[in-house]
């Protein structure tokens, strides 16, 4: 469980009421920070990262002495200071050379973070690719290819899917619009086995590749305008390094929704596969000798059960009659009438 900090005067209570979760909370703020050591590749991808995340981002140029895997309280204090529940750590060593740390936060605190080495042979920047760019402001298209990214059970890439997801979110929007559409972010992921196989390695994690694209829309003679997209750049190649999984009591505080906000299920109402709506009524128990029926004079009874039925002298009496009597009756009926010729002439 996450600490209780008692508020000691009205200034701090009501500081400490803006931290408590909100019913709409407002879009999570990225800090971008430096190492002691870094590269000039990794200095202009960082650039290019926060180009993308503005307005939502804050950059700090000067370098930190921070080891994020072996000390995060320094993040944590960044964190709290300037209000980022997301932070991008830059370093580079000989170890690890281009290395990029993403941290995400929750409560002040370091919930889970991950280490992406940049691959530096095929990083392309931002300004390496000529022509229009994209707005400030605009929320991306993001596309996930791969298996590894939607593997069942929780792992490296499944971390950084929701980490590149929480990144490029941005504010919640109700309504979108299609001229706001203006570049998408593709991370795509090989097969594990094919990476060892190309990487002369076994048991070599295959690399993320981080494609930006900006999307075109041209006139096609139709309703619909042609679509097409540009590489718009940046071009990165992430190489899988060290992670640091949440811990469960802290993920499930940070899964927790404010009161009010979920909408409240629909009792005996479902929609099945194809998106029908279905009702279910519930009735109270009926009683079965009150039901009308049709009614049938062959099964009406009298007023007065306990006498007899007198019988009806002008009735009709009925009797069982054979099929063969039947037509016997027929054939007499029509003796009356002009005889056979086909009779006549057997006789």
């Not at 993001?142 to 590894?148: A, I, K, N, V």
């Not at 009806?312 to 009797?319: Q, S």
């Amino acid at each position: 469980m996450l600490r209780q900090v008692q508020p000691k005067n009205a200034r701090s209570k009501r500081a400490l009421e803006k931290r408590e979760p909100q019913a709409h909370e407002n879009p999570k703020m990225t800090l971008f920070l430096k190492g002691t050591s870094t590269s000039d590749l990794l200095n202009h991808l960082l650039t290019d990262l926060h180009s993308l995340k503005r307005p939502l981002a804050l950059r700090f140029t000067k370098k930190n002495p921070i080891h994020p895997f072996e000390d995060a309280s320094s993040l944590e204090f960044f964190s709290q200071k300037n209000d980022a529940s997301l932070l991008v750590f830059g370093s580079h060593s000989k170890k690890r050379p281009h290395a990029l740390t993403w941290v995400r936060c929750f409560g002040g605190k370091v919930l889970d973070m991950i280490e992406l080495l940049v691959v530096q042979d095929s990083a392309r920047t931002l300004a390496q690719f000529k022509g229009e760019k994209c707005k400030v402001g605009v929320k991306p298209l993001l596309s996930f290819s791969g298996t590894l990214f939607e593997s069942p059970t929780p792992n490296a890439y499944t971390l950084a899917k929701s980490m590149f997801v929480d990144f490029f979110k941005g504010g919640e929007a109700s309504t979108v619009d299609v001229e706001g559409l203006q570049y998408m972010v593709t991370f795509a992921v090989g097969e594990e086995d094919e990476a060892a196989i190309e990487g002369g390695a076994e048991g070599r994690k295959p690399q993320i590749h981080m494609r930006v694209w900006r999307i075109i829309t041209k006139r096609s003679g139709q309703r619909l305008p042609r679509v097409e997209v540009e590489e718009m750049g940046p071009r990165i190649d992430f190489r899988m390094g060290r992670i640091r999984e949440a811990d469960e009591s802290m993920m499930k505080e940070a899964l927790k929704k404010a009161k009010g906000t979920e909408a409240r299920p629909k009792k005996n109402v479902e929609t099945d596969i194809v998106g029908d709506k279905i009702g279910r009524i519930h009735l109270g128990r009926q009683d079965l000798g009150d039901l009308q029926t049709r009614k049938m004079k062959g099964l009406k009874r009298g007023r007065d059960t306990n006498v007899e039925d007198e019988e009806d002298p002008e009735a009709d009496d009925l009797t069982m009659v054979s099929d063969e009597e039947e037509n016997e009756v027929v054939d007499e009926g029509d003796s009356d009438d002009e005889p056979d010729p086909k009779k006549l002439r057997l006789a």
